[in-house]
């Protein structure tokens, strides 16, 4: 059986906040499972098992230029081709072994990994069940860019597993954030630029997390001047795009700096980086919308908090407390 759904009508999947679209999908069938399997695992080659066996469950979502989903797979078969071209895949496996090689890297662990670029063979045994999250790699190239305030700076990634136990576990909390605080609200999900700040956010721990070129970069140089209407530019932009998908990359731009630069520069004068300056702002707002809202027409703490880009309530209402000294729920029953 399968099911999916999709939010906005109209709207390009493609783009950073594009509509989510869900599928879950199960099956006995090894014909129908591999055929399944093969529209979320470009270039799966894998034959059914000659002795019939065969079961598999697995539920997708996506939005833009993250796809996130997992699958259980029990055969006697155990071996398969793929090739992630394009995307930055990232595997988890919870359950089983799994061996991915790509011609002389071989991949057998139970951290994330990624998946070679190119074509890959994979074997197992038996059970395995996985976590994937996949990023598209023109979208991840352009964060990075952005980030760097380098428009032609090349990403290639050196290592397959995370840097360190504290990176594997940051990487860890944000793709559970996406599974637990994010696809479960479909209130927050509704709003683009949630969708937009999901994959923002898994990208950026794609690149802090896993060895490659962008973490080689050299810092800027330390005690750059900024001049106020750089700052006082960065400033107006963030005002005046609250509501939009943007980050630190689109505020440099705004302030003719550098990124790293611009980030120097908010701590320097501002005590802040630009993207917390960014997130105060759209709590300022959220607090706004609270104050002018009427509990009676049933507006809520969750719509106004994911009308602002917050998608978990919990971490809404601390950073809300911590900023105004009182819950979103007290703002909005004054």
Do not use: K
Not at 88 to 114: C, D, K, M, N, W
Not at 207 to 236: E, M, S
């Amino acid at each position: 059986m399968s099911t999916s759904e999709s939010s906005g009508p109209g709207e390009d999947p493609r783009a950073p906040g594009g509509p989510l679209r869900r599928t879950s999908f199960s099956t006995r069938d090894p014909d129908r499972g591999i055929a399944a399997m093969s529209e979320l695992y470009t270039g799966l080659g894998m034959r059914a098992p000659v002795d019939g066996s065969f079961e598999l469950r697995m539920a997708a979502a996506s939005t833009g230029p993250l796809l996130a989903h997992g699958f259980r797979l029990a055969t006697s078969a155990s071996s398969g081709t793929g090739d992630v071209s394009g995307t930055y895949s990232v595997v988890h496996v919870l359950t089983g072994r799994l061996t991915v090689s790509a011609g002389r890297e071989q991949i057998s662990t139970a951290l994330p990994f990624l998946l070679p670029q190119g074509l890959y063979g994979g074997r197992w045994d038996g059970l395995l069940e996985l976590g994937t999250v996949v990023l598209d790699a023109d979208a991840v190239r352009d964060l990075a860019r952005g980030l760097l305030g380098e428009p032609a700076f090349g990403l290639r990634f050196t290592g397959s597993t995370p840097a360190s136990p504290q990176l594997t576990r940051y990487w860890l909390s944000e793709v559970r954030h996406f599974h637990q605080d994010l696809l479960p609200n479909a209130e927050a999900l509704s709003t683009p630029l949630v969708r937009a700040e999901a994959f923002r956010s898994l990208a950026t721990a794609l690149l802090h997390c896993f060895p490659n070129t962008f973490l080689a970069q050299p810092a800027p140089p330390a005690g750059a001047p900024a001049l106020p209407a750089q700052l006082r530019r960065a400033v107006a932009f963030v005002e005046e795009h609250l509501h939009e998908d943007i980050g630190l990359a689109e505020i440099a731009a705004a302030a003719r700096m550098s990124p790293r630069g611009l980030q120097a520069a908010f701590r320097r004068e501002l005590g802040r980086t630009p993207v917390g300056h960014l997130r105060e702002a759209r709590l300022d707002a959220a607090r706004r919308d609270l104050l002018r809202a009427d509990p009676v027409a049933d507006e809520t703490v969750a719509a106004v908090a994911a009308r602002w880009g917050f998608a978990h309530a919990g971490r809404f209402a601390t950073a809300y407390r911590t900023r105004f000294g009182e819950a979103p729920s007290a703002t909005l029953h004054r």
